[in-house]
């Protein structure tokens, strides 16, 4: 029995390993080309505008058959193996057919000119290129703010994009999007700050005269308790910390109401929720208060 599940342990290794690489084929196979910078560049020691040329308005253009020959022996009259290691077999078939990578939705706009940025290297915008093993994308939009931030560049969307503006709101806006953007900020904030840059302001226009849909029936007595103790940062959005003094210091929370809050025993009351987050005490209590009940009490550990 233990030599059966050894063989079916390893047969389903084998055939992870196998969609693993029929997966990464198909990735490869979108260009109909198999291409490392890293290779390139650390082990061939190649430069960036050995393979990129730049046209009259200073910008580059990808690499050419022109371009590989000057280092590369290629014969495209009689293909041979040898031209694999560039091309995917699914390209070969397509008669070595190169396509262009689509691009991600947020360059799909994008306005863009490499003479503008010639006195930069290319390895500060293209970070991962001398370790990429494949098509590296480009640089991220939170690269170009931190630069243009930095160097004093244009911050405005229309700047470097054709139809993405602070204006125009987004596909993911649509339908729901009031109900659903409390999690899409709670899972990126940075995303927000591309158009909402003031965020508590935007926030507070909405939050202040129309509540969260979390604040329901049962938010007071049961659900903000919790919630502030997990983040209170996102509380502070709405609320200053007088806020919850003014409404706990003349009503106690529900549960100081239980039977045993103020005993002695850890796990009955107040003591095992000091433990559990003493800050929570301090809302409304001085640590000084402990003193009063404590100073002439042992307490014993079990």
């Not at 196998?18 to 260009?31: N, P, Q």
């Not at 009689?78 to 990578?101: F, M, Q, R, W």
């Not at 703010?145 to 709101?169: R, T």
Request: contains cysteine; proline residues 3%.
């Amino acid at each position: 029995m233990f030599m059966r599940k050894t063989r079916l342990f390893w047969l389903g290794l084998a055939v992870l390993a196998v969609a693993g690489l029929g997966f990464s084929a198909c990735k490869k196979g979108e260009t109909g080309l198999k291409f490392s910078h890293r290779f390139h560049i650390e082990e061939q020691e190649a430069n960036c505008d050995d393979c990129h040329k730049a046209d009259d308005e200073g910008n580059y253009s990808a690499p050419t058959m022109d371009n590989c020959k000057e280092c590369h022996e290629i014969d495209e009259d009689n293909p041979s193996e040898e031209c694999l290691v560039c091309h995917t077999i699914k390209g070969a078939e397509n008669d070595y057919e190169v396509e262009e990578p689509a691009k991600p939705k947020g360059y799909a706009d994008l306005i863009f000119s490499h003479e503008v940025h010639a006195d930069f290297k290319c390895e500060q915008c293209h970070r991962a290129i001398a370790t990429d093993r494949g098509l590296e994308q480009g640089p991220t939009m939170k690269q170009c703010l931190a630069c243009h931030k930095k160097e004093d560049g244009p911050q405005e969307c229309s700047a470097c994009h054709e139809e993405i503006s602070a204006e125009k709101a987004p596909e993911s806006h649509e339908q729901n999007w009031e109900s659903r953007h409390g999690v899409a900020y709670k899972l990126n904030k940075r995303n927000c700050q591309y158009c909402h840059p003031n965020r508590q302001a935007f926030c507070e226009k909405c939050h202040r005269t129309q509540k969260p849909r979390d604040h329901n029936f049962g938010w007071k007595t049961t659900g903000h308790g919790m919630e502030a103790t997990h983040d209170r940062r996102l509380c502070a959005t709405c609320h200053d910390a007088g806020y919850c003094v003014d409404c706990h210091r003349s009503q106690k929370p529900v549960s100081h109401r239980t039977a045993g809050w103020m005993s002695y025993r850890r796990e009955n009351g107040h003591a095992e929720a000091a433990h559990r987050n003493f800050r929570s005490c301090n809302v409304c209590h001085e640590t000084g208060e402990c003193l009063q009940c404590h100073q002439n009490i042992i307490l014993r550990k079990k």
